[in-house]
């Protein structure tokens, strides 16, 4: 006979899911509601103002997405992008090539900007390409590589941009609520993140937020979005303010019950103490690794707090560590992708995750299994 599916308790410092809080497991269990009842609408419009306030925008349209960050990428460039639109599309890692993706599956044309696995965005390649595709209309970057911990300069891609009268789009999947992220004043137009990373919420939503530059191009398009389901036409028609809410799809109630609840405790604690919190870890992570003889994959100045990309010693067994810190501490850490795999571990202090005891423990265990 089949019986409740019991998970183990698990302390997840991978590249996500990361830790959920116990808040919003809380949150997730609350008595279903219908979608459309006034009740679950205001506590939409909470959420939505809530994102405002994580995101770092005023832009009205900033609505999570009903699936995870996968889909708030597809989202963006399904919306923005039209059959025989350039985008420049910069690769330092694994979603970058997933931008690539999307671009060519609408019939768009993508100029890729390669750069190292492990190294930020090159700007200086960035500006060439801004000039030599005067046409393009687009650029598309990852803030926070996730398959290498790297952090690129949005601030200063955003403003080439600008300058070229390109529109940014900006995969925030990793960033958000871990590392400065400002909307706004870095003009980013199109941007998606998730919810299971550093919001400590499970997976499954995407947060998304398009600034009015970016509507416009949405509103001008001559041909339909091709996706039926992340229409924002359509989508806006549902979260849209003043409008009557129209039933576009049956929101997933509880999981946005989740949502919110893991926003109002990103608020309480306050972004800035957040994102310090995020380096205040990382740097006592760093410290005790360095005393276990590991380094780091990434040159200080690019690393990501939330997502520490680490060599592994040499002559060490990468799958039979993890199995053990999983098997005997009920520890995750995430394994190397791609190129880099059996070379790196992937160390996440995400959200709710990142925490001393977290550090401590990860240490004492590290430490355990390699000796
Ligand atoms: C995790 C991640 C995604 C995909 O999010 P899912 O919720 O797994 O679909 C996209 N981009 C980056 C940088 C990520 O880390």
Redesign the pocket.
């Given at each position: 006979m089949t019986n409740s599916f019991i998970p183990p308790v698990r302390t997840l410092m991978g590249?996500?899911?990361s830790d959920v809080s116990p808040r919003v497991l809380e949150a997730l269990s609350r008595p279903t509601i219908g979608h459309l009842d006034p009740a679950f609408v205001g506590m939409m419009d909470e959420v939505k103002s809530l994102l405002q306030y994580a995101f770092q925008t005023k832009n009205e349209l900033t609505i999570p997405v009903s699936?995870?960050?996968?889909?708030?990428?597809e989202c963006c460039f399904v919306n923005l992008v039209e059959p025989g639109d350039t985008v420049i599309v910069c690769q330092n890692?694994?979603?970058g090539g997933?931008m690539k993706e999307n671009v060519e599956r609408i019939g768009g044309k993508a100029v890729m900007i390669q750069d190292d696995w492990g190294k930020p965005v090159d700007p200086q390649k960035v500006e060439e390409a801004l000039k030599q595709h005067p046409e393009a209309k687009i650029l598309a970057f990852?803030?926070?590589?996730?398959?290498t911990g790297v952090q690129s300069d949005a601030e200063t891609l955003c403003r080439m941009a600008r300058e070229h009268d390109c529109l940014t789009l900006v995969?925030?999947?990793?960033?958000l609520g871990g590392t400065p992220l400002k909307v706004d004043e870095w003009g980013i137009d199109a941007i998606?993140s998730?919810?299971?990373?550093c919001l400590s919420c499970v997976?499954?939503l995407?947060p998304v937020s398009f600034s009015a530059r970016a509507i416009e191009k949405i509103k001008a398009r001559k041909t339909p979005v091709q996706s039926w389901f992340l229409d924002l036409n359509l989508v806006m028609g549902y979260w849209g303010g003043e409008s009557k809410r129209a039933y576009h799809h049956t929101a997933p109630v509880n999981a946005l019950y989740g949502l919110h609840e893991s926003l109002l405790i990103l608020e309480e604690e306050g972004l800035e103490q957040a994102w310090s919190r995020h380096q205040r870890n990382h740097a006592a992570l760093k410290a005790g690794l360095e005393r276990l003889g590991i380094d780091f994959l990434v040159d200080p100045e690019a690393r990501l707090p939330q997502?520490n990309a680490v060599n592994i010693p040499q002559g060490v067994d990468d799958a039979k560590i993890r199995t053990r810190l999983l098997d005997e501490y009920n520890l995750e850490i995430g394994a190397g992708l791609g190129a880099l795999a059996g070379k790196v571990w992937r160390i996440g202090l995400m959200g709710h995750a990142s925490n001393m005891k977290n550090v401590m423990f990860c240490l004492a265990a590290l430490a355990d299994c390699l000796s």
């Open positions: 590249p996500g899911p699936a995870p960050g996968s889909a708030g990428m890692g694994v979603f997933r990852v803030h926070a590589e996730t398959s995969d925030a999947v990793t960033s998606y998730g919810t299971q990373k997976p499954g995407s997502l």
